[in-house]
């Protein structure tokens, strides 16, 4: 199941990304693949949005800081790495 994209947009409150780093280094390597894969949509329209410069928002938190999904590249960069097309 994937993050609803306001979620993502929002900033996170102090401690939110740390207890959902810890809660998805909990899972197994299988799961936490899943999870990955389950918000690589999500995730990839989230950094479409003014937010992905925001390094306080939940989806940069989630997104590049937990899942490794943005790698410090741009917009256009990061959608080559999922396929955005």
């Known amino acids: 199941m994937s993050l609803p994209i306001a979620d ?10 740390d207890c959902y ?3 998805f280094n909990s899972k197994s390597s ?5 999870q990955i894969d389950d918000n690589k949509e ?15 928002s939940f989806g940069y938190g ?3 800081d937990i899942f490794d999904l943005c790698g410090g590249m741009s ?11």
């Open 75 to 85: 917009v256009s960069e990061y959608c080559f790495t999922i396929d955005c097309n």
């Open 8 to 17: 993502l947009k929002r900033k996170a409150t102090p401690g939110e990304v």
């Open 21 to 23: 780093r810890d809660s």
């Open 30 to 34: 299988e799961s936490k693949q899943k």
């Open 62 to 64: 989630v997104c590049c």
């Open 42 to 56: 999500v995730c990839k329209e989230w950094a479409g949005t003014d937010s992905y410069s925001d390094k306080d």
